[in-house]
């Protein structure tokens, strides 16, 4: 159960990785914001042809779950779910914070920290061997830094004691370690309410 399609759209750039057999391809476009919509069948289709694998051919499909952008997230989610149906395979979800977590490399507890916007973070922590510590929470910066602890994710962002890794290279080691958990829904993780489930909140 080694071949698969897995796509990340959770935040503004995009990947799409096809794996068959012991060749894999890696398509990653780092700037491609409000745009999943429109480029992602295509890259899509090129990572599959590229890779010489079919839909039908997968063991099972992968994406990235969140958190991140609300309309990305969805993007990716309900594409991958389409394949699933139409080919009967089973679907395999990854975190933001596992894409992550599941290719630092540390002898000690760290975090992941990704923008939420507005000084916020998506904020969680992992035992050395990528075990998380803590449930997924929306912080501020000072409550990251206040962690004390390595901190890894795939933005530039002023933190301290903070290891920017390359989302587009995390991708296909994340999906064959979630996938060795066991298939799983593909279940958005939001963390937060959107601005618009807030605005509906603070004017019923």
Known sequence: MTDFLAVDTSSKYLT??????????????PECAMRHSVILMDEIEKTLKEAALSLNEC?????VTGPGSFTGIRIGLSTVKGFCVGTGKP???????ELIAYNVESLSPFGVAIDAMHGHYYFQTFSPGGTPLS????????????SGLPLYGFEELPLENYTRLEAGTCLQRAVMRSAKRGFSPLCALY??????????SAHP
């Open 135 to 146: 449930d997924p929470a929306y912080v501020t910066g000072d409550e990251v830094q206040n």
């Open 59 to 63: 063991h099972f499909f992968a994406a």
């Open 16 to 29: 799409v990785v096809a794996k068959k057999g012991g060749t894999t391809v890696v398509n990653h476009l």
């Open 91 to 97: 679907s395999v979800a990854v975190t933001s914070f």
């Open 191 to 200: 963390v937060r309410k959107s601005q618009a489930e807030e605005a509906r």
